[in-house]
Structure formats: C-alpha cells, structure tokens
Nanobody, 123 residues
Framework: QVQVVESGGGLVQAGGSLRLSCAASGFTFSIYAMGWFRQAPGSEREFVAAITASGGRQYYADSVKGRFTISRDNDKKRVYLQMNSLKPEDTAVYYC????????????????WGQGTQVTVSS
C-alpha cells in the first residue's frame, strides 16, 4: 500500500524557519523524483520544489528560491523541505508528491500524493 505522509508543519512568525518531512512507503522510492507543492485558501495548488530520484538536481519556484532547500534520503525513504526566512505569503497546506517522470513543475506529473501539512506564517 502506497503511503506518503507529511509532517513538520505548524505556526511560525515571519522570518522564522520550519523543516517539513515526508515519509514514503509502498513504492520504489529511489526511482521517483519527489516534489513539494502548496495550496493557499482560494488559490490553485502551486509548485514549490522538486528533487530528482538520485538527489543530484533540485528545482525551485522563483518565490522560494534562496529561502527553501529540498533534500532527500533514499535509504530512509524521506524527502525534506527546509524553509527559512518565512513570509506570511508562504502560508498554505504543503503537499509532498512522487513523480515517475515528466515535468517536475506540473502536478499532473506526480503519481502519489500525501494529505498535506499546514504551514501558517504570522506577521
């Protein structure tokens, strides 16, 4: 049974940091690219960051570049999103997803999704 479970969300003040974690099971984690998306109330789900299966390349949305870092541990079947210098506009539900291929920037390329974790940044 495939499972993708996010954790680490919470309430933080602007300028603060959070580290999201995503635990995956039930599929061959090491051959899937992994991504993070987010969705704010009233908005569409948007791409945040992605990392290739080997971990060798990372991709970021312009809005988070330089503040967020995606990483993965294939032995532990986990992917992480370190979020620094958080802003109120980063407030959203953050989703972890697994992609067998295709464009990392588009949600349609992802096959498995978690339920999301809430991140709230207060001003």
């Amino acid at each position: 049974q495939v499972q993708v479970v996010e954790s680490g969300g919470g309430l933080v003040q602007a300028g603060g940091s959070l580290r999201l974690s995503c635990a995956a099971s039930g599929f061959t984690f090491s051959i899937y690219a992994m991504g993070w998306f987010r969705q704010a109330p009233g908005s569409e789900r948007e791409f945040v960051a992605a990392i290739t299966a080997s971990g060798g390349r990372q991709y970021y949305a312009d809005s988070v570049k330089g503040r967020f870092t995606i990483s993965r541990d294939n032995d532990k079947k986990r992917v992480y999103l370190q979020m620094n210098s958080l802003k109120p506009e980063d407030t959203a539900v953050y989703y972890c997803a697994a992609s067998p291929g295709g464009s990392y920037y588009y949600a349609d390329s992802y096959k498995y999704w978690g339920q999301g974790t809430q991140v709230t940044v207060s001003s």
